[in-house]
Each structure stands twice: as structure tokens, then as C-alpha cells.
């Protein structure tokens, strides 16, 4: 439901913007009334029955200030909102504990119901982790499973490029408002998730990306997902937190076994000791989700990147990029040409899928 100045939306902002009633009753509640319009309205009266006094009060008095604000930040960023109600709501988050009365997202949230795997990991990941994240979420999106992650510098950058590259879905769970991109680098890619994917949040527009929001956005990670596969996490990661919450939720953890000289797999390494199912592909965790799901979500056709025909020219520049990234002068001083060709390459490689900028004018290979 588009977030505009309609009783239906401002009746599902109030439910987010509620003080003084845990989540579990405040669910309870909602159920019984069948709608947050109800909860909002002179209708109240006649499903409080089993209300307390301090219910009914947060509930009379919960119209405030702050929903005007939420309007207002509505407006630019073309945000939605959608209750435990509505028919829309996540399926899966309805089986976790503490799930949010309402989730606001942009995007497609009706894919939030499809079979989904989350991709999670270090944000200062190893260049063959970023690899194998991407290799991973293509192949797990060219089979129809949505791909979760945190929209992160690193494994979840890779994780939902992997699964753009494939043609496929994700979607993007973030710590902070969905009318804010964190981190601001990955702006580009966030447009990109919202053609074919979505981004959602149980936190208020205009939510800053507090450091406290991030271990309650990884419990809808997991949430969202049937299964987490970590590829690398560092001591005291985030995707540890995810791991751990994917446990409590009954989902799957899968963990790609890391070298053991970098500091960004001890945590996935441990995960492995203590009884966390070990992965190299796609294909184990197929082995284990698809005999759950039946039939299983429908194989997608492959991206076009993966059959694209380069020029001579083009694989010059390709021959020249690693999993390691590098400056664009130094591609223009190993084949000897000027850094507008060069540029203009790199832009028809990366439009094609070959390649990936990141910042200051540097590139590597994509996952191809």
C-alpha cells in the first residue's frame, strides 16, 4: 500500500509509530480486530473487550506528531507500507518471534513470499569471498530462489549483484528507513534491486543507520529466508547475529569453509566446528531445500551477460582485470592507450556484466 494521506495508510503508520504495548500483544490485538483501520477508529470500542486500561490508552492516544513527518518523508521517496493484516505481509515472517506489526519497503514485496535464501557475510571480505557470493546468489537465483541480504559493503553488495547478474530476484533488508541508502556508495545498485527486487525495513522513514538497528535487521534476514548461507565472517560479525537467528527460526545455515589465514572466515570457521553444514555451490543447498519445497521455485533463463560476444578490444581490457581491483590508469598503461578508450570499455564490459566498478575508478571481474 503506497504511504499517502489515506485513513487505510495513516491507520498503518499509527500501528508502526504505537508506544507501550509489547509486539506479541500488540499482534494478538490486530488479529482480533481484523485491520489497523479498526484499531484507529470509533470501531475500537467494539473489539476492546479484552483490552487492559494502559492498552486502550496507547491505542485512543496513538495519533501522533510523527505521522505527518512520515507522510511528508512518504511523498519523495516513494515508499509503501504493508501490515501483519494485509494479505501482502511476508508469509514467512509470520512464523518468527518479535515479527513487526507492519514492514515498509519499495519495491516488489509480493516476492517476499517466494522461496528465498539469504547471503550473508563480512563487509571487509576477501576478494575470492566477494567471488564466491556472487557465484553463489547467480546460481541460486537462475533456479528461482530469491536472494536476501543486507544491501552491506561487501558479501551482500556481491551477494544481490549475483543475483541481478542472473536475471534473477532479491531483496535488500535494511537497518535503516527504506527512503535512505546505506551505504551511499551502493545507490547505484539499490536502483537496480528495485527493477526486479525489493527493499523493506521495520524501521520508520527517515531512520538513521544506527548501530542498533543492524542485529534487528538481521533477524528478518534470516526471517525472510529459508535458509542463510555465510560465506565469510569475521569475529563478532553480523552475519554471525543472522546465523544465530536463522538457527532460533528452525531455517537452515550453510557455511562456505574460509582460508584460515584471514581474519574476515574466523567466525565462519567456527560456525563449521559447531555443527554449521559445510557448502562449496549451489548445489548443497539445493540438495537440502529442494525435497521441503517439492516441484521448488521454476528455473529462470540465463542474463544475456553470460553469452555476450566481446570485441577484440574489449577482452584486451578483460585480460588485464583480476578479482582484484584496478585502477583504470593502470589498464591504460598496460595496453598503452588513453583513459577515454579505455573508459568507454570498461563501461560497454560492465553493461555486459564482465566487470565492476567500485570506488575511485577501480574494476575487477564480475562473477561471469
Given at each position: 500500500m503506497r504511504l499517502e494521506n489515506t485513513e487505510a495508510c495513516k491507520a498503518r503508520i499509527m500501528l508502526a509509530l504505537l508506544k507501550g504495548i509489547p509486539r506479541a500483544r500488540l499482534i494478538e490485538i490486530l488479529e482480533t480486530a481484523g485491520s489497523p483501520e479498526r484499531l484507529f477508529s470509533p470501531e475500537l470500542e467494539r473489539v476492546s473487550k479484552n483490552l487492559s486500561p494502559d492498552e486502550m490508552s496507547a491505542l485512543v492516544q496513538g495519533r501522533p506528531d510523527d505521522l505527518d513527518e512520515q507522510l511528508r518523508l512518504a511523498g519523495p521517496a516513494g515508499s509503501e507500507i504493508v501490515s501483519w493484516t494485509d494479505e501482502d505481509y511476508p508469509s514467512l515472517l509470520k512464523h518468527i518471534q518479535y515479527a513487526p506489526p507492519v514492514?515498509?519497503?519499495?519495491?516488489?514485496?509480493?516476492?517476499?513470499?517466494?522461496?528465498?535464501?539469504?547471503?550473508?557475510?563480512?563487509?571487509?571480505?576477501?576478494?575470492?569471498?566477494?567471488?564466491?557470493?556472487?557465484?553463489?546468489?547467480?546460481?541460486?537465483?537462475?533456479?528461482?530462489?530469491?536472494?536476501?541480504?543486507?544491501?552491506?559493503?561487501?558479501?551482500?553488495?556481491?551477494?544481490?549483484?549475483?543475483?541481478?547478474?542472473?536475471?534473477?530476484?532479491?531483496?535488500a533488508v535494511l537497518g535503516c528507513g527504506v527512503d535512505i541508502c546505506y551505504p551511499p556508495e551502493n545507490r547505484k545498485l539499490l536502483k537496480e534491486i528495485l527493477v526486479r527486487g525489493a527493499v523493506v525495513s521495520e524501521f520508520l522513514l527517515g531512520t538513521p543507520p544506527l548501530k542498533q538497528n543492524f542485529p534487528l535487521r538481521n533477524r528478518l534476514i534470516s526471517g525472510m529466508s529459508q535458509a542463510v548461507v555465510v560465506v565469510e565472517a569475521g569475529e563478532g560479525s553480523g552475519a554471525l547475529v543472522t546465523a544465530g537467528y536463522a538457527l532460533e527460526q528452525g531455517r537452515e545455515v550453510f557455511v562456505v569453509p574460509g582460508d584460515t589465514t584471514l581474519t574476515s572466515t574466523v567466525g565462519s570457521n567456527r560456525l563449521l566446528k559447531e555443527g554449521a553444514r559445510p557448502i562449496t555451490d549451489?548445489?548443497?543447498?539445493?540438495?537440502?531445500?529442494?525435497?521441503?519445497?517439492?516441484?521448488?521455485?521454476?528455473?529462470?533463463?540465463?542474463?544475456?551477460?553470460?553469452?555476450?560476444?566481446?570485441?577484440?578490444?574489449?577482452?584486451?581490457?578483460?585480460?588485464?582485470?583480476?578479482l582484484v581491483p584496478a585502477h583504470v590508469d593502470e589498464v591504460c598503461d598496460r595496453l598503452g592507450r588513453g583513459s577515454s578508450v579505455i573508459l568507454s570499455l570498461l563501461l560497454s564490459l560492465e553493461l555486459k556484466g564482465f566487470v565492476r566498478q567500485e570506488t575511485g575508478n577501480r574494476f575487477v571481474r564480475s562473477n561471469v
Open positions: 514492514v515498509f519497503f519499495k519495491g516488489y514485496i509480493t516476492i517476499a513470499s517466494q522461496p528465498a535464501v539469504a547471503i550473508v557475510g563480512s563487509r571487509a571480505c576477501s576478494p575470492s569471498g566477494r567471488y564466491v557470493a556472487e557465484r553463489l546468489a547467480r546460481d541460486i537465483a537462475a533456479r528461482g530462489f530469491v536472494v536476501v541480504s543486507g544491501l552491506a559493503r561487501g558479501i551482500d553488495s556481491a551477494a544481490h549483484r549475483g543475483a541481478l547478474a542472473a536475471g534473477g530476484l532479491t531483496i549451489a548445489e548443497d543447498v539445493f540438495d537440502e531445500l529442494l525435497p521441503r519445497l517439492g516441484d521448488g521455485p521454476q528455473a529462470i533463463p540465463q542474463a544475456q551477460p553470460f553469452l555476450e560476444v566481446l570485441s577484440g578490444e574489449e577482452e584486451a581490457v578483460l585480460e588485464c582485470l583480476s
